[in-house]
């Protein structure tokens, strides 16, 4: 079974400073990876996504994640964090055979200070 | 285009109850699948639909079922509420079905179950 693991349930940045939110999975097969984000009384939204084309994966609202198979990680990083990056973000792994089902992390909350 | 649509946004029941929820792709997906959010269980997979036939099932009770029509939307319902059913439940559309597929969440549905 697969499975993500996110370190650090919160995680405090000042504005303009780099932004790392972790994410290690564990899989017995190649998996595919995911980063969503959740804004307040809302639904997730796709940041970036790794299917075994490229490694290092650009996403949105200059997100990007690299995948390292070595590390079994896919950290997700901002160069500079904006003020509008306040949110939860999650994890997500699906595999070979499993459909469209998601696994998710627990969740990471961003604080973004002045 | 618009998004997937939820519906009813929030719902009051009592234990014992049942509930049905409903989900509106975006136009064109054939797949649908629900998740539900808790503050202490994170997001888990609920199940999965295409072609009106259910094709993934997370670990949840049967008293948790669904369906999916047609024209693709999809129904889920919960019957003999518990307390502990109380949450976020979410509803993801993708074109097609398949573990690099992006799914676009809907804002989900708040159920509080008293």
């Known amino acids: 079974a697969q499975s993500v693991t996110q370190l650090g349930s919160h995680v405090s940045v000042s504005e303009g400073a780099l932004v790392l939110l972790r994410c290690n999975y564990s899989?017995?097969?190649?998996?595919?990876l995911f980063w969503y984000v959740q804004y307040p009384n809302q639904g997730l939204q796709l940041l970036l996504k790794y299917t075994s084309a490229a490694t290092l994966v650009k996403g949105i609202n200059g997100f990007e994640a690299e995948f390292k198979k070595s590390e079994t990680s896919f950290h997700l990083t901002k160069p500079s964090a904006h003020m509008s990056d306040a949110a939860e973000y999650f994890c997500?792994?699906?595999?070979?055979?499993?459909?469209?089902?998601?696994?998710f992390g627990t969740g990471t909350q961003l604080k973004v200070e002045l | 285009k618009a998004g997937v649509t939820q519906t009813p946004r929030y719902l009051i029941k009592t234990r014992g109850q049942q509930v049905t929820l409903s989900c509106s792709p975006i136009s064109g997906h054939r797949s649908v699948s629900w998740y539900q959010q808790t503050p202490g269980q994170g997001l888990q997979f609920l199940f999965e639909y295409f072609s009106e036939t259910q094709r993934n099932k997370g670990n949840f009770p049967g008293r948790f079922s669904g369906r999916q029509f047609s024209n693709s939307r999809s129904e889920m319902n919960v019957s003999t509420l518990e307390l502990g059913d109380s949450a976020l439940y979410l509803c993801?559309?993708?074109?097609?079905?398949?573990?690099?597929?992006?799914?676009?969440f809907g804002p989900g549905t708040r159920l509080l179950v008293l």
């Open positions: 993801a559309s993708s074109r097609d079905r398949g573990e690099t597929e992006t799914q676009y």
């Open positions: 899989s017995s097969v190649p998996p595919y």
């Open positions: 997500a792994v699906s595999t070979t055979g499993g459909g469209n089902k998601l696994t």
